[in-house]
């Protein structure tokens, strides 16, 4: 058993440069699956990186990846305006920027002023969740 996994393992950074993503065509779930555990050790993460190069490649297609989904927002594509919001929601740190609601909130605003129902909720769940964090 150790040497199957000891071979997917291998056989994995041999093909990792081989990962291409393009924010227009691949979902963004791709790229995040693909590069979450190469930087991360929390939440069960294995971080299977430690392979600098491996990593700037993520980090470069997720800040493009980051401009063609703004630039999408702003041209009204709800869809590029949750991969925004998911990216600062969830925000990491290690591979996703940090952790940033307020950035958050303002992609949700978009999707919401879009007439797209989950944003309209997100943000309902931003107020509640601010407003629940003020009376404690």
Known sequence: MKKIILILLTSSF???????????????????????????TRGGGTNLGNNSEEQAIC???????????????????????RNLSNIFYVGDG??????DIEKAYLYDKKMCELQDGKGCNDVGDYFSEKSTNKKR
């Open 59 to 81: 980090k470069e297609f997720l800040d493009e990846a980051i401009k063609f989904y703004e630039k999408q927002c702003n041209n009204n594509d709800i869809e590029s305006c």
């Open 14 to 40: 041999l093909f990792a440069s081989n990962f291409i993503f393009n924010p227009a065509v691949d979902k963004f779930s791709v790229l995040f699956e693909y590069c979450t555990p190469m930087f991360s």
């Open 94 to 99: 290690d591979f996703l920027p940090k952790k």
